[in-house]
């Protein structure tokens, strides 16, 4: 039997006049949107991790300008610290930091606009990403 | 709407652009649903196995490679899990006719129904399909519908390429000796 013998090109003709049935209006949205909804997971995770290591070293960076504008600023309350050792191992960024910190003690109004600025832009940073993630979990 | 080669589609979803697979899905949905509604006799057995098949078609789209047709392999996952539907529901299927259909007159029948209006043709030839079991209708559905090849059909269904052509000849004779029975209670029914 080949192929030829089951062709029927009336049969073939009726059948494809006949109307077709068509599935739910909505059957592809439903179908795209289940799809979406289960790639979320996956793309929320990475967002997260991502935006948790943003935010752990934006926090680090801050606590080390902190830490370095604490000597800086108040050197009375670190006398425990023995100075001498940590100075030869950070001398030469301390020496960036004590030019920065000289001119910002000596204009107390740059100061305060430095530190503004500083604290806006990592508040901005640390808000949007965890505003960013929690869009994406809605 | 003129749809894009599906390989077109399967580039763009492969390229991260999920969007294109709603149109593969348009594209496909009312083929798909109508093999899968020859098995289930239900459409919202159908729809459900669809469904399942466009998603299970999506999460392995990077196993695919595009050795046979996309459609293909979509009906042939369609196919399956209609399959399993009704094994699933425990339908009891109609049983095959073995029986040789005799005074096969395809002429008379092919005359008879030009006469009918194309809603009442549309009405008989689906009361005819409806009266072969599930998986030749899906067959005949394939090949003469979606002008699938033997091959393809027999890739879909898992049935050898005999097998198809023995199906599809019995289906045949089994759907004229349907129409036949439907035109003349017609024509009773008029006089």
Redo the contacts between chains.
């Keep these: 039997?080949?192929?030829q013998?089951?062709r029927?090109p009336?049969?073939?003709k009726?059948?494809?006049?006949?109307?077709?049935?068509?599935?739910?209006d909505d059957?592809?949205l439903?179908?795209?949107s289940?799809?979406?909804l289960a790639?979320i997971p996956e793309k929320e995770s990475v967002k997260k991790g991502f935006a948790m290591k943003y935010i752990y070293g934006l926090l680090a960076i801050t606590l080390v300008i902190a830490f370095f504008a604490a000597i800086s600023f108040f050197p009375q309350y670190f006398t425990f610290i023995n100075t001498a050792n940590i100075l030869v191992f950070i001398k030469p960024y301390l020496s960036i930091f004590n030019t920065i910190f000289s001119f910002i003690k000596a204009q107390p109004i740059v100061s305060i606009v430095v530190f503004s600025l500083a604290g806006l832009f990592i508040l901005d940073k640390i808000l949007s990403l965890l505003f960013h993630s929690k869009m994406q979990h809605t | 709407m003129a749809y894009k080669d599906d390989s077109l589609y399967l580039e763009q979803i492969r390229n991260g652009n999920t969007n294109a697979y709603a149109m593969l899905i348009n594209k496909h949905k009312t083929m798909a649903f109508n093999v899968a509604l020859r098995i289930t006799r239900n459409r919202e057995d159908a729809e459900e196995v669809i469904q399942d098949a466009f998603l299970k078609v999506y999460y392995s789209l990077k196993d695919f490679e595009g050795k046979s047709k996309f459609s293909t392999w979509l009906y042939k996952i369609v196919y399956n899990q209609a399959i399993s539907k009704i094994r699933k529901k425990s339908i009891a299927q109609s049983d095959i006719n073995e029986e040789i259909i005799n005074n096969f007159t395809v002429g008379n029948i092919s005359r008879d129904l030009n006469y009918l209006a194309s809603e009442d043709q549309t009405k008989y030839i689906n009361l005819a399909l409806s009266k072969l079991p599930e998986e030749d209708s899906a067959i005949v559905t394939l090949f003469y519908l979606n002008e699938s090849s033997i091959e393809e059909v027999s890739e879909i269904t898992g049935l050898s390429e005999s097998n198809v052509k023995v199906k599809l000849h019995r289906s045949r004779k089994k759907m004229y000796e349907e129409l036949k029975q439907l035109l003349n209670n017609e024509v009773n029914t008029l006089l």
Aim: proline letters at 3%.
């Design positions: 039997m080949n192929q013998t089951v029927d009336f049969l073939q009726l059948m494809q006049q006949s109307t077709m049935e068509e599935p739910s059957f592809t439903k179908l795209m289940m799809i979406q790639e």
